[in-house]
């Protein structure tokens, strides 16, 4: 890049005073927040990611420095939102991964449910696929989600994709494969959960105790991280 078409300094300077209103922004925010997936929050992530980005990159090209920031590049993100301005319909895919930490806890529960409803015959919660039949159909997703250690599962990953659509599908249209005709401009927003990003917590909390003088590179970077890397799916 030539000299003339490189930022000045006081574009860097006011582009680092974009992120601190921006971190200002996003912490009260939070402080604030209303729910799991306040739209405050959500917007505010927005506005602190994109301001870090526009410093990272000015300061690159005056200084040829770089941030501890990770932002989460195109290839990471959903494409542009292509969907109806005005939705009349939309649709929510929601996946949620399980282990089946405690097969005996499953099984007991299982077996509940069958003397509660008085079943006859061979009994379903004698496996554990019967156990998980029985309890998918006795409990909603949403109360096995918040009750999980109770049945014996482990939470994995999950995520939850919001799409618009111009008219409701017909009937009975995409059961068979409900996931396959997804497009990905027509997502509104998705949120992930994942014990990725606590990993990548824990790594900067290991590395402020190592050497000194690295501390508040590696916690900016980290309390960042926990942030910004959801957008990738969070679009928190």
């Avoid at 929601?94 to 509660?116: G, K, N, S």
């Amino acid at each position: 890049m030539s000299d003339a078409a490189q930022p000045t300094a006081a574009e860097v300077r006011a582009a680092a005073e974009a992120v601190k209103t921006a971190l200002d922004r996003h912490l009260a925010a939070v402080e604030r927040r209303s729910g799991e997936d306040d739209p405050a929050v959500f917007e505010a992530f927005n506005q602190l990611a994109a301001a870090a980005e526009v410093y990272d990159e000015l300061l690159y090209d005056r200084y040829d420095e770089v941030t501890p920031f990770e932002i989460p590049g195109a290839e990471d993100a959903l494409p542009p939102y292509t969907g109806p301005e005005e939705p009349n319909a939309l649709s929510v895919l929601i996946r949620r991964d399980y282990a089946v930490a405690e097969p005996q806890r499953l099984l007991a529960q299982a077996q509940r449910i069958e003397a509660v409803e008085g079943d006859e015959g061979s009994p379903a919660s004698g496996t554990v696929h019967g156990a998980l039949g029985l309890l998918f159909g006795e409990f909603e997703p949403d109360e096995i989600a918040s009750r999980h250690k109770e049945f014996g599962l482990e939470e994995g990953d999950s995520t939850l994709w919001v799409t618009a659509a111009d008219e409701p599908a017909e009937p009975g249209e995409w059961l068979e494969a409900p996931f396959e005709q997804v497009d990905p401009q027509q997502v509104v927003c998705r949120f992930d959960v994942s014990a990725v990003f606590d990993d990548e917590i824990d790594d900067v909390d290991e590395d402020d105790d190592g050497e000194e003088g690295d501390g508040f590179e590696d916690d900016l970077a980290g309390d960042l991280d926990e942030d910004l890397e959801p957008l990738d799916g969070d679009r928190r």
